[in-house]
């Protein structure tokens, strides 16, 4: 009798493709560049009182860069990927914009309330605020980073044109020029540089804050979603696969 029930159930439920292969692949690469980066991150804000020393300091930076490169290379991508993936990894099943986003993220919040969701294939109308904010915070880590490897360690891609402006094109002192050090500077040029890199500092540093708090409520919302809807969301950033218990359900971008 169990076993009649169970193969009714498992004849309703539905398993559709959603997230493809690129995008399964950013999100676990970009889980691990973020996880690496904030560890380095941390190091570097809290060198001080961890006793590095500036030459460690500098190393930190360095390590934090590099993961840098690979974090800002994935994120590119995936921002390519939004014009050519399917349509579930595309800006418009992403982004809270389009005509009837405003309403259908009414009726989904009415929809919590009253413990009747729309069930969405792709993002659900929070879900796309949600991801749309985390975006705009790694965009922002990853255009402010940038600036700071050239700015802290005169590497790629503005670190040649820092080097310039710091050292006033002086062949001389661009061949001695080292990170950390102003032994071999303009000193005017430097202080320049410095003001100019202050905004860029404090833009990667709150903006470091405000992801910690977008990844805790990214989480959040994922495990709250899976428990109220059962619809293999988590394994489905695995296998690419939601299950749905039949063939009418929502899908947002069609
Ligand atoms: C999610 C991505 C990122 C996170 C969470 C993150 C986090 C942080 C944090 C917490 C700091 C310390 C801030 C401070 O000292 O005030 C920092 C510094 C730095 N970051 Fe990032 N970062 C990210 C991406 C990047 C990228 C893409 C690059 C460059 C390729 C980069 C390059 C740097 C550099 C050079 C510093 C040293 C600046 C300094 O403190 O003097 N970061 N980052």
């Not at 005509?99 to 009726?107: D, K, N, S, V």
């Not at 255009?143 to 590497?155: K, R, S």
């Not at 006033?168 to 061949?175: E, F, I, M, N, T």
Request: charged share 20%.
């Amino acid at each position: 009798m169990a076993r009649e029930t169970e193969s009714m159930i498992a004849d309703k439920l539905v398993a559709y493709p959603v997230w493809d292969r690129t995008t399964r692949w950013f999100h676990w690469i970009n889980l691990l560049c973020v996880l690496c980066l904030t560890v380095l991150g941390l190091a570097i804000l809290n060198a001080k009182s961890l006793g590095v020393s500036a030459d460690g300091k500098i190393l930190l930076k360095t390590l934090h860069s590099y993961a840098g490169y690979a974090f800002a290379v994935n994120l590119f991508w995936r921002v390519v990927w939004s014009f050519l993936g399917n349509k579930y990894a595309r800006w418009s099943a992403i982004l809270p914009l389009g005509a009837g986003y405003t309403g259908e993220l009414r009726q989904y919040i009415r929809g919590i309330i009253g413990g009747n969701t729309p069930k969405y294939r792709g993002h659900n109308p929070l879900g796309r605020l949600m991801v749309s904010l985390l975006f705009v915070v790694l965009l922002t880590q990853a255009a402010t980073g940038l600036v700071l490897a050239g700015t802290d360690l005169y590497q790629p891609p503005f670190g040649g044109a820092i080097a310039d402006w710091v050292t006033k094109g002086d062949p001389d002192k661009l061949a001695n020029l080292k990170p950390g050090s102003k032994d071999y500077v303009d000193a005017a040029a430097y202080d320049e540089m410095r003001s100019f890199r202050k905004p860029i500092i404090s833009t990667h540093l709150y903006a470091f804050y405000l992801l910690m708090v977008a990844v805790l409520l990214h989480i959040t919302g994922v495990v709250v979603t899976e428990v109220r809807e059962k619809n293999a969301l988590i394994s489905a950033m695995f296998s690419g696969e939601k299950v749905f218990t039949d063939t009418s359900e929502n899908d947002t971008t069609t």
